[in-house]
């Protein structure tokens, strides 16, 4: 019986290992998003000109946004490998990320929600900025879903700060 439950816990800890492509995968759809990124760019670029400042100032936010949307996959790839899969060996002469290595599920969980209310905050002020083509209905919702994300986050924010008052 105790070599079966070393198996099972040998198996479910190697397991963990699944993850690893899920990662990766992350990091291909951060190509996609540079992809997407610089097409954007390139449309933006030769009618520079000819478009209003509140379509540039739009195709800007667009831009932010995807940045953003980019910060958010590489703090999930790296923090979510590094906590749950193996951490990074990563050689003493290449650059590494100070928080690399410090960020617990807990502060990524935070930092991913600080993420969600910044992009959603840009979705918000393209969408006020395009209002003209939207009901209010509508304007309502995407209100409502932004001051969900916010409350979210402050909420788990403020739990981590009592849990972590409670340790010490």
Known sequence: MKKFEKFVENTMYSSRWLLAPVYFGLSLALLALAVKFFQEIFHVVPIIFTMSESELILKLLALIDMALVGGLLVMVMFSGYENFVSALDIEENQEKLSWLGKMDATSLKNKVAASIVAIS????????????????????????????????AFIMGYLDKITRNHHH
């Open 121 to 152: 905050s840009i979705h918000l002020l393209r969408i006020f900025m395009e209002a003209t083509s939207i009901d209010d209905d509508k304007l309502v919702l995407y209100m409502l879903i932004h001051l969900t994300f916010v409350l979210s």
